[in-house]
């Protein structure tokens, strides 16, 4: 089954190998390999030699469109991280939290009205439809399922979108069991005999583990 995922535009033809120049025009090709969608991003020297003619036609052959190449910008890193609708997008489609679908839905639908992402595909894959997105700036490949949400559904899916952008993705709680303390070991059967009972040490025990499993707030 095909599932959502992120593919950055290459920064090379995929043909010839050679390296695209700031503003060239290159082609994107997707094909479905059955596991994900594939994309080969060329040139258009390399489009005319191997794709131009029937390309089509090729098996497993899903979309094509063209695109200006840009070179990704070297910003400095943010010293104050802030949520955003499209760090929260990427956040969620490489952890692969099924439990956010809909979210994951919802914030696309949201960067396409912002035009930060375009569709410019639609498939159908074990009776879902799938949405292909590209980001405008970057040229990186979205591939998102459609929830096919209700109407019911709706005020929930946006409760988790805000509380997303609010709070951010929260790390997952460490089971209780998993946290607690291991058994004193068995001291040798040939030890020397204990401290007297004024030191208190019959009365130690491991402390509770119960803030170790406490979910984060």
């Not at 943010?78 to 929260?88: F, H, M």
Request: proline letters at 10%; a negative charge; one cysteine or more.
């Amino acid at each position: 089954m095909l599932e959502w995922n992120i593919q950055s535009r290459a920064h090379a033809c995929q043909g010839c190998g050679r390296d695209f120049k700031n503003r060239e025009t290159l082609h994107t090709v997707l094909f479905d390999e059955r596991q994900a969608y594939h994309r080969q991003d060329v040139c258009e020297a390399c489009w005319q030699a191997q794709y131009g003619e029937g390309a089509n036609h090729r098996r497993g052959f899903v979309s094509h469109w063209q695109s200006t190449y840009e070179p990704p910008p070297a910003t400095p890193p943010d010293p104050i991280q802030k949520e955003t609708a499209e760090t929260l997008l990427r956040k969620l489609l490489e952890n692969h939290e099924p439990q956010h679908a809909g979210a994951v839905f919802v914030l696309a639908v949201m960067l396409e009205r912002k035009r930060l992402l375009k569709v410019k595909a639609q498939a159908v894959e074990s009776g879902r439809r799938m949405l292909i997105y590209e980001h405008v700036r970057s040229g990186d490949v979205f591939t998102i399922p459609d929830p096919d949400l209700q109407l019911d559904q709706l005020e929930s899916v946006q409760r988790d979108v805000a509380h997303l952008l609010e709070h951010g993705l929260q790390p997952a709680a460490v089971p209780a069991e998993a946290s607690a303390a291991s058994p004193a070991t068995t001291e040798p059967a040939d030890a020397a005999p204990p401290p007297p009972p004024a030191a208190g040490a019959e009365n130690l025990a491991p402390a509770s583990p119960a803030a170790a499993g406490e979910s984060p707030s």
